[in-house]
């Protein structure tokens, strides 16, 4: 990107154009670009670039500071996490997705945190289930809300996964 600018700058029009070429050329194999030309909703089944989609998400999952400083592209994680949360995947992306769920709900909220809920809905499993109850009775407060509403919104599908809905589910009396 430093290059494509100066060279830019310069106002080459021939290199300007070939600095553009390259440019996007080198895009298509970095992250956060490269997650940007996918298939969107069950078609990211099939998507050869799955694996780096669930790779970028880990990443921002597990090391939120240094995505934040190497990736930022918020709008780049909430399309793979609404096109990941689709119901035939094969066991090891579904086992990969309920990690991922763990990770976010044991964290302080991200944003776009809360589209992980379609992704429990595409993967509720028993694993699931006893892992978000796992999260739900631990000493971590944020798993603890976290975790309970996510178990919440599982046994309740119909309603719908809204910041009225999260702020409501927050204020009701618990056990």
């Not at 290059?3 to 996007?24: C, I, M, P, V």
Request: with cysteine; charged share 30%.
């Amino acid at each position: 990107m430093d290059r494509y600018n100066r060279t830019w700058r310069r106002g080459y029009s021939l290199r300007r154009k070939a600095a553009s070429r390259n440019y996007e050329e080198i895009r298509k194999y970095s992250l956060p670009h490269a997650l940007w030309e996918r298939p969107a909703g069950p078609d990211i089944v099939a998507w050869p670039g799955l694996s780096y989609a669930l790779l970028f998400l880990e990443w921002e999952a597990r090391y939120p500071q240094e995505w934040t400083r190497h990736a930022k592209a918020w709008g780049t994680k909430q399309g793979l996490i609404r096109d990941v949360a689709v119901a035939h995947h094969e066991e090891t992306v579904r086992t990969k997705l309920a990690d991922l769920i763990e990770i976010v709900v044991q964290r302080p909220y991200r944003c776009k945190d809360r589209e992980y809920v379609r992704v429990a809905w595409a993967v509720d499993s028993d694993d699931l289930h006893g892992r978000l109850e796992t999260a739900a009775r631990s000493d971590n407060p944020w798993a603890r809300r976290h975790a309970g509403y996510v178990l919440w919104l599982l046994d309740h599908p119909e309603v719908p996964n809204t910041r009225h809905v999260w702020q409501t589910w927050l204020a009701a009396p618990r056990d």
